[in-house]
């Protein structure tokens, strides 16, 4: 057997460290297309509802509810006609969210959808849902509830889509936000 008697040191590959450096964006976590939407209940007999889908279209909310026009009239004076305006900020602007579907297509699961008939049938007798459009704005709103539909102006089931846990046709839920918390 033979005995190693010297040592030797053997360079692999250069030791120079390569830095590379790259700006870094962060954006808020609540906020962004894919952030989900919820509704909570006040008493707390319902629990928070987490949108599985965020509607595909809503109308009179963007970042915050939207502005009506102003109101503008003519009044007639003793002596002259005046030009008067109302500002008119619609505190409890409407805001309708509608999820499409078709007869062929489903809007959304049947799981999701009976949360949100348990949020219609159950309004709260203390205080307000709270909605918080998490795709849109961080801010949350008290709503009531107006209307929930399925698949037209009631709401309309299709035994052979609920056996595969969806919903056909269009689903329109319209509410009235009150207040921002």
Known sequence: MSIISTQTTVTIGDATAIVTTSDLVLQPTIIGTLAARGLTHPQGTLGPLVYTKNPDEWTNFDVSPMVKRPSVASLRTLTDTRLTAWGGFDRDASVTEIWRGSETEASMEI?????????????????????????????????????LTAGGSEIKMNFIALRKNYILGDIVFKFRIVSQV
Do not use: H
Request: proline share 8%.
């Open 111 to 147: 799981d999701f959808f009976r949360q949100l008939y348990a949020y219609f049938e159950n309004p709260p007798t203390v205080g307000f849902i709270q909605w918080s459009p998490a795709d849109r704005t961080v801010n949350v709103y008290n709503i009531l509830i107006e209307r």
